[in-house]
Nanobody, 127 residues
Framework: QVLVKESGGGLVQPGDSLRLSCVAS????????MGWFRQSPGKGREFVAA????????VYSDFVKGRFTISRDNVNNTLYLQMNSLKPEDTAVYFC????????????????????WGQGTQVTVSS
């Protein structure tokens, strides 16, 4: 049973834009928010951005602030990550995840705070 599924990855050139999508279902959709992480070869999974459903508050890692935007389509229950001004160092597998908590006070940034994970979608930025 797939509870979290990402889509939208691909190969783009530096400076291009890309939008990732994520759909949560079942128990994953009951979480208090969702987040995006990424992992490049030889590195650990790192936090990118997250959103809290109750008030739409968002947080970003410093390396994407001003370039990436996390948002949600409430009608389609879809999470998005709009990525602009992409750089080669943004190349990674991007994961969507739903946290353990149904009610979030402080938006989680650690992987251990997330229970449901998608399979990931590859983003490659190269000229």
């Amino acid at each position: 049973q797939v509870l979290v599924k990402e889509s939208g990855g691909g190969l783009v050139q530096p400076g291009d834009s890309l939008r990732l999508s994520c759909v949560a279902s079942g128990r994953a959709s009951e979480s208090g928010g969702m987040g995006w992480f990424r992992q490049s070869p030889g590195k650990g999974r790192e936090f990118v951005a997250a959103i809290r459903w109750s008030d739409g508050n968002v947080v970003y890692s410093d390396f994407v602030k001003g370039r990436f935007t996390i948002s949600r389509d409430n009608v389609n229950n879809t999470l998005y990550l709009q990525m602009n001004s992409l750089k080669p160092e943004d190349t990674a597998v991007y994961f969507c995840a739903a946290p353990w908590a149904n009610t979030i006070v402080e938006i989680p940034r650690d992987t251990c705070e997330y229970k449901f994970w998608g399979q990931g979608t590859q983003v490659t930025v190269s000229s």
